[in-house]
């Protein structure tokens, strides 16, 4: 079955925003900006994907904007529709404002619960005439039937140096065995380190870039983030 959510439109709020970039994406409390990539863990039998925000932090107001998704790899995973101001079926929006009452809108993006998938990579872009953002956007499926109900709260894990040359550490605390997820900016998965209690890994021969890393496994996830390779 296929279902489409409605929009949330969210109230004003402070998100700290990079004084050059004061346009970007917030997900699972992490802002992401124009480059970047975001990785959401979804159930293998999800519907939607709730809530990746865009967020203005500029006094202006943002007219005839339009939100695209593109694909750039599918490995069974199906986005179908999205929603913004309206519920589409497709992955283009109708053009519609953001005014000064708000300085964020959801986008809810519907997926098909009956295509067996573990992943699917697309670019969404916000954009009109005289501004485009971009993210690239890895949905990462289970491969079991846990779900995300259980989610790893208490784990915690941190890159450094952050940014880093080539190689760098991760420091990590997690209740029962995991995996250390890295992901490259068009939304591949490039390294994944089996990790359990608490511990540092050592990860190197990584190229300049932006990558995106956290913990995932059957049965938790945690908060995915940013790190800068030069």
């Known amino acids: ?35 970047d990539t975001i990785v959401v863990i979804c159930e293998k039998t999800a519907t939607s994907i709730e809530s990746i925000d865009f967020v203005n932090q500029t006094p202006n107001v943002l007219n005839n904007l339009v939100v695209t998704l593109t694909e750039v790899e599918r490995n069974g995973f199906e986005a179908w529709g999205l929603c913004t101001t309206q519920c589409v079926m497709g992955l283009t929006s109708s053009p519609f404002n953001l005014t000064e009452s708000f300085t ?3 986008i809810d993006i519907s997926i098909d619960q009956n295509v067996e998938r573990p992943y699917g990579v697309y670019t969404m872009t916000v954009s009109n005439a005289t501004l485009s953002c971009s993210v690239v956007v890895r949905f990462q499926a289970y491969t079991d039937n846990v779900g995300i109900d259980n989610v790893l709260a208490n784990g915690s894990v941190k890159a450094y140096p952050n940014p880093a040359a080539d190689q760098f550490s991760v420091s990590y605390s997690v209740e029962q065995p995991a995996t250390l997820a890295i992901y490259d900016a068009q939304g591949r998965q490039i390294r994944q380190i089996p990790i359990s209690g608490n511990g540092i890994a050592q990860v190197n ?21 940013k790190l800068v390779v030069k």
């Open 1 to 35: 079955m296929k279902k489409i959510l409605s929009l949330a439109m969210l109230l004003c709020g402070f998100v700290a925003l990079n004084a050059q970039n004061q346009i970007g994406f917030l997900y699972n409390g992490t802002t992401y900006q124009n480059g």
């Open 104 to 106: 964020n809108f959801s």
């Open 205 to 225: 021969g990584l190229p300049a870039g932006v990558y995106a890393y956290g913990i995932v496994s059957g049965k938790h996830r945690g908060q995915m983030q």
